[in-house]
């Protein structure tokens, strides 16, 4: 073509197979043109016209061209086959690695080490390997991912991390730092992490607190719901979520996870989750399951683990969420600049103070929080009015 590029046609059995190739013969892209009946030369502007490409004039390639031309277009796209690899264990000896270092100067020594006779990895799967240690601080771990990417070596054959295996790590390395959250923050409020979603508004590895994560959930089960029940959809029908839930609960750090289907209509995430066991607590399909399947004892389990979640977890929750309203309502004020009273000041500033002293109680156990402030509390007027009537 008059830009340098190519375009290789083949004929097939619906029509036409296509690849489009720069001028240094590397594809650029390809697929199908489903229309037989369409002439040779036509077909190839429709395809040009496909891709917003002008067509402009067009030399065909015969003979020793085209062979030319199938041979370059090989060597250019020929994917390097990667040195064999046999691991980063085997270096080690079962020898401790750099014990005093920190998690990314070992996973860079690491790195070093596996590359030492010749280039094994790309820089976006270096920088996720750091990463990776400063987040789990297991070098066992982390020289398991070395191992892993060395042997597949993905992106110096691609160009490109395999989005696959980049989107389980990341959701690793998020689970582990909202693990760390909760250990180091005892007053924190659950932590949700996206595992993986078909959601294209969500990512994996994403992370909320419980009170956004409920919205979000419940705002995109009803567009789904809603997308789907108009006439003439053809799109998913719904957007399977898998997402873990960190928090700490009669002092100690626990995780829940689980998957919602946006679309269902199972509602926000604590609906979902309380809808999800309520089913299975009075299903007998699943009871008679378990029963065959795992005996008495495992059904017992099984009862007190839902009975747990639905009385303890669920309820756990949901005043984490009343906890985050209220001080989302009281800082609001505040930061918005809004003429406010003295009292209406100092009540909204009572009301921040609850919620941090009431968190820190909710995760060691005790439901039962206190009285909330209460703006009368801060009227001065009315408090000289009942101390007159009980004097009186």
């Known amino acids: 073509m008059e830009s340098g590029d190519y375009l290789y046609i083949q004929t097939s059995e619906t029509g036409y197979d296509y690849t489009l190739y720069g001028p240094d013969y590397k594809e650029l892209n390809g697929g199908q043109l489903d229309n037989p009946d369409l002439p040779f030369v036509e077909a190839g502007k429709e395809i040009l016209a496909i891709h917003e490409l002008p067509a402009g004039t067009m030399e065909p390639l015969t003979g020793d061209r085209m062979d030319g031309f199938l ?12 040195q064999a690899w046999n691991g980063i264990d085997g270096l080690l000896n079962g020898k401790p ?4 270092a920190s998690p990314a100067d070992r ?7 596996a590359e030492k006779n010749a280039l094994r990895l790309g820089s976006e799967e270096r920088q996720l390997i750091v990463a990776y240690a400063e987040a789990v601080g297991d070098t066992d771990k982390v020289i398991g991912l070395i191992n892993r990417l ?3 070596g993905y992106e110096l054959q691609k160009g490109q991390m395999d989005s696959f295996v980049k989107s389980e790590i990341e959701s690793e390395i998020a689970v582990a730092n909202a693990q760390r959250q909760i250990v180091q923050n005892p007053a924190a409020e659950p932590v949700v992490t996206i595992l993986w979603s078909e959601s294209p508004h969500l990512k994996d ?7 956004e994560a409920e919205a979000v959930f419940k705002e995109l089960d009803s567009a789904r719901r809603h997308e789907r029940e108009q006439p003439g959809y053809t799109g998913h029908w719904y957007d399977k979520t898998k997402f873990r839930i960190d928090f700490t609960m009669q002092g100690q750090p626990d995780s829940y996870e689980g998957r919602q289907d946006f679309g269902d209509g199972d509602g926000s995430l604590i609906q979902h989750i309380r809808g999800y066991h309520e089913y299975y607590a009075q299903d007998e399909s699943w009871k008679n399951h378990v029963l065959h399947h795992e005996g008495p004892e495992a059904w017992e389990a099984d009862k007190a683990q839902r009975d747990m979640l639905l009385h303890e977890f669920v309820p756990y929750m949901e005043l984490h969420c009343n906890l985050a309203a209220m001080e989302q309502e009281a800082r609001r004020p505040l930061r918005s600049g809004e003429t406010l009273t003295p009292e209406q000041t100092a009540y909204f500033n009572a009301v921040l103070d609850y919620v941090k002293e009431c968190r820190p109680l909710l995760n060691q156990g005790q439901y039962h929080l206190p009285e909330p402030p209460q703006l009368a509390d801060f009227d001065q007027s009315l408090q000289d009015y009942k101390n007159r009537s009980r004097q009186s």
Do not use: D
């Not at 690695?97 to 005093?100: A, D, H, N, T």
């Open 71 to 82: 041979e370059a277009a090989e060597q250019a796209n020929a994917i390097p086959q990667p």
């Open 97 to 100: 690695f750099m014990p005093e």
């Open 107 to 113: 996973a860079a020594a690491l790195i070093e080490l």
């Open 150 to 152: 060395c042997e597949q």
């Open 205 to 211: 590895g994403q992370q909320m607190p419980l009170h």
